[in-house]
């Protein structure tokens, strides 16, 4: 739910009989045409601190807390200000060598600023513990579909392999959201 980092974990069971060599990542942002890559010789921004694996070079179980500066979307102020990440498909795809050969792939659709909207028309609500009023039994129902379709957009990319399917039903799931939060500003 951190709008301006992309955490990703290397959760692969190595053999511990074979090293792990040459380990890249790359990552591609939704837009745009070329990826980002990450190596054994890359830094992400920011200031170092040993106990952070984010900004140490690329290694078999890294953890990465990649911002807008680290994929290259943001140029200025890098390690003071963070621009928050689009919502969309990011395609990132991890290889150790042979690279060509040793590989996974995977299409993360990320949804946190639809999730970000969400939370804050829950907040705007006036839900209490009890049976709530019409009116606000509605928006909950609304709200509750708004989950789904954000669900079954993450699902359809992630697991279905429909990007474009995904990425019809994300965004229906923000109008519907701009729609709800229209209504209950008013």
């Known amino acids: 739910m951190n709008k301006c980092v992309l955490r990703i974990v290397d959760t692969t069971t190595y053999n511990k009989d074979i090293p792990v060599k040459c380990p890249v990542l790359w990552v591609t942002v939704p837009g745009f045409q070329y990826s980002v890559q990450f190596d054994e010789n890359s830094q992400v921004n920011g200031p170092v601190d040993m ?31 963070y621009n928050d990440l689009p919502d969309g498909i990011y395609a990132i795809k991890y290889a150790v060598s042979p690279v060509d050969l040793v590989y996974v792939e995977y299409n993360h659709l990320r949804i946190t600023k639809a999730l970000h909207k969400y939370q804050a028309i829950l907040c ?52 519907m959201l701009d729609k709800i939060s229209c209504s209950t500003c008013i």
């Open 51 to 81: 106990c952070d694996l984010t900004h140490l070079p690329l290694k078999a179980g890294f953890i990465l807390n990649l911002t807008a500066c680290d994929l290259e979307i943001q140029s200025s102020s890098c390690g003071s200000i």
């Open 124 to 175: 705007d609500l006036d839900v209490a513990a009890c049976d709530p009023s019409v009116q606000v039994k509605e928006t909950l129902n609304k709200l509750r579909l708004v989950k789904m379709y954000l669900d079954a957009a993450k699902a359809q990319v992630e697991y279905c392999h429909h990007a474009k399917k995904g990425m019809d039903l994300y965004n229906y799931a923000v109008k």
